[in-house]
């Protein structure tokens, strides 16, 4: 038995007008979520005059038997409208996520989003654990120097490319075959396999765009199934490094302008494309990309990037571009 209730022509002008409106997701990201850090994400966004017309869960139930910090959860809301104050809003949710311990990230519900084709990531403190440059330091004893160096590159506190030659400098008599001990010993950044074994699966290409090295990105590249790789050549000469790069050095417009680049060649626009980094030389790429994500980054760059991650591993991107979990596990993906 089928029962029609029939709408006031109010109601009906209502849903009409509703259709023309601009649709955001909001996605609220964490190891756990409480309805109480739910409830607060949605007071600002109401605050905003923007209509919640859908609250869904893209993870799936929390194992009982899973490590306290293993957790993956994640919340989208579906909202309708136009913020009356976008930067107001934005500061807000920067608050929000600070002060609830998660990460929230507001972005356009549009074809786009659903078109994502390329994603390009930083290779140092991104796709993996360590700064490579660091532990060439460390097994060459300038590792304290060129650490120091390094923090402050990522902080933006001095030019990248005065501080990247600074630190290849410190390299000079290094053995070359420390390079592949150390590419041998790389670890993975938190959920780096599982998200470039799905993206491969779904037809996106992949790149590293790094102020890294060639061979590690190549390391990488074989490891993980990227497809373009874009970084410093280290100058070796009879087995060892000399203390000087070859070729152009990749910088923070270096890494934007590739992206770019790599787009053309792949017949991508740059609204399909998503850019993940850590570094203040990051910035540029993030911004030219269609969805650009602060991961695990520092302060200064969480909080000029579009987007940041900072609670899970990288396969929280897959939450980004709306795949739910049960999906993925339909498919034998998860």
Not at 204 to 215: E, N
Request: glycine share 10%; with cysteine; charged share 25%.
């Amino acid at each position: 038995e089928v029962h029609f209730t029939p709408v006031s022509e109010q109601e009906y002008r209502d849903w009409v007008a509703e259709q023309g409106q601009q649709r955001h997701s909001v996605t609220v990201l964490g190891r756990g979520l409480s309805a109480e850090q739910i409830s607060a994400v949605t007071h600002v966004v109401s605050e905003q005059g923007l209509n919640i017309f859908a609250i869904q869960r893209l993870s799936g139930r929390v194992d009982l038997d899973a490590e306290d910090g293993d957790g993956r959860s994640c919340v989208e809301l579906l909202v309708r409208g136009t913020p009356r104050d976008g930067s107001v809003m934005r500061e807000a949710l920067l608050a929000l996520s600070r002060q609830l311990g998660v990460d929230i990230a507001i972005q356009a519900d549009d074809v786009y989003r659903r078109t994502r084709r390329l994603v390009a990531f930083d290779m140092d403190s991104t796709l993996i654990q360590a700064e490579v440059i660091d532990e060439l330091a460390k097994a060459h004893g300038a590792g304290e120097q060129v650490a120091a160096i390094t923090e402050q590159a990522m902080r933006g506190e001095i030019d990248f490319t005065q501080s990247f030659r600074a630190r290849v400098a410190l390299l000079e008599g290094l053995d070359a075959s420390v390079m592949a001990e150390i590419a041998d010993n790389l670890a993975l950044t938190e959920g780096a396999e599982r998200l470039c074994r799905i993206l491969r699966h779904l037809g996106y290409r992949l790149a590293i765009i790094s102020g890294g090295f060639t061979f590690f990105g190549g390391y990488l590249k074989r490891r993980l199934g990227i497809d373009h790789v874009v970084a410093n050549e280290l100058e070796i000469i009879d087995g060892r490094c000399t203390g000087r790069h070859q070729g152009e050095i990749i910088d923070a417009e270096a890494k934007a302008r590739h992206l770019q680049r790599i787009c053309e060649l792949e017949g991508i626009r740059p609204q399909q494309t998503i850019a993940v980094g850590d570094g203040a030389n990051d910035l540029p790429m993030l911004s030219r990309a269609g969805l650009g994500i602060a991961f695990h980054a520092k302060p200064v760059v969480r909080t000029r990037a579009q987007h940041a991650i900072s609670t899970l591993g990288l396969d929280a991107i897959l939450y980004m571009i709306g795949l739910r979990d049960w999906q993925l596990e339909a498919y034998d993906l998860a």
